[in-house]
Nanobody
């Protein structure tokens, strides 16, 4: 089991930036993939981005491409989501998740953080 703790959410104006962090601990392996998901009020949770344990492979949802960057600090076992050019429609609770498997498949994430609220005002 992997324990995940997110931080970095908050309130930002449209066009602004935020960086989310996710600290991982517990049973991690070289084939552990880390991901970010989000859930807006009244909507289903959706995939945002994923990265493999080494940080060498990444995968993004179309809505995140060009604006969001996922990265990993291997020394700190921490994954980041840098979000730029934020829009009101990015408002959601953002969750960090982990699984064993490919970053290119957005399912099968088994471990989840508690979530962090991101609010983008217009």
């Amino acid at each position: 089991q992997v324990q995940l703790v997110e931080s970095g959410g908050g309130l930002v104006q449209a066009g602004g930036s935020l960086r989310l962090s996710c600290a991982a601990s517990g049973r991690t392996f070289s084939n552990t993939a880390m991901g970010w998901f989000r859930q807006a009020p009244g909507k289903e949770r959706e995939f945002v981005a994923a990265i493999n344990w080494s940080g060498g492979s990444t995968y993004y949802a179309d809505s995140a491409k060009g604006r969001f960057t996922i990265s990993k600090d291997n020394a700190k076992n921490t994954v980041y989501l840098q979000m730029n050019s934020l829009k009101p429609e990015d408002t959601a609770v953002y969750y960090c998740a982990a699984k064993t498997g490919s970053v290119y498949y957005t399912g099968d994430f088994r471990s989840w953080g508690q979530g962090t609220q991101v609010t983008v005002s217009s």
